[in-house]
């Protein structure tokens, strides 16, 4: 999912992983280390590393 997401925005189809990811995770219970989170972001463009706000329990 996080390779197709990179070529995705690598091919100009998406702006942001970001958002993506985000929802990914909050809606779909998608499970990712903090680390990978970062990594992906980072790889992406530069993003200023962050992590998302998780309310599951």
């Known amino acids: 999912m996080l390779g ?3 070529e995705a925005k ?3 189809l998406i702006l942001e992983i970001k958002p993506i990811l985000d929802r ?3 809606e779909n219970n ?3 280390s ?3 989170y970062n ?3 980072q790889f992406a463009g530069g993003v ?4 998302f706000n998780s309310d599951r329990s």
Do not use: E, N, P, T
């Open 48 to 51: 200023k590393l962050c992590w």
């Open 10 to 12: 690598r091919k100009g």
């Open 30 to 32: 998608f499970r990712i």
């Open 24 to 26: 990914l995770i909050s």
């Open 4 to 6: 197709v997401l990179q």
């Open 34 to 36: 903090v680390s990978l």
């Open 39 to 41: 990594r992906v972001l």
